[in-house]
């Protein structure tokens, strides 16, 4: 199972789960939820105490990770498979252009 915190600006947003299954799973945290609930992340998927699934990335986040040449240096640098979606996530949305970021959990962080 692999986690990544989602930002919002500068807040936590939420969790993004790849299960063991291969499914993935977007959950609001409660304290974004009550505080921000008009700050959804995008359109597809409003502010929601219910937690999204599927089993591909969610689009929205596909959209995050590098395309074309980009893709190739990350892909080589990180030595990550180009459809392995959630590892190129993890590694490469830090520090996106616009107000979403991804921080990987390492196991044991606290979620």
């Not at 945290?29 to 937690?51: C, L």
């Not at 591909?56 to 498979?81: N, Q, T, V």
């Not at 830090?94 to 196991?107: D, L, R």
């Amino acid at each position: 199972m692999r986690q990544a915190r989602i930002y919002y600006q500068d807040k936590v947003a939420g969790i993004l789960t790849e299960t063991d299954e291969g499914e993935y799973v977007f959950q609001y945290e409660e304290d974004y939820i009550e505080n921000h609930p008009n700050d959804f992340i995008t359109f597809s998927m409003p502010v929601s105490k219910f937690a999204y699934r599927d089993k591909r990335l969610f689009p929205f986040f596909e959209g995050l990770i590098p395309e074309g040449w980009l893709l190739d240096i990350a892909s080589k640098s990180w030595k990550i498979k180009r459809d392995d979606r959630m590892g190129l996530l993890l590694a490469c949305c830090k520090n996106c252009i616009g107000a979403v970021s991804v921080e990987p959990i390492i196991s044991g962080d606290e979620a």
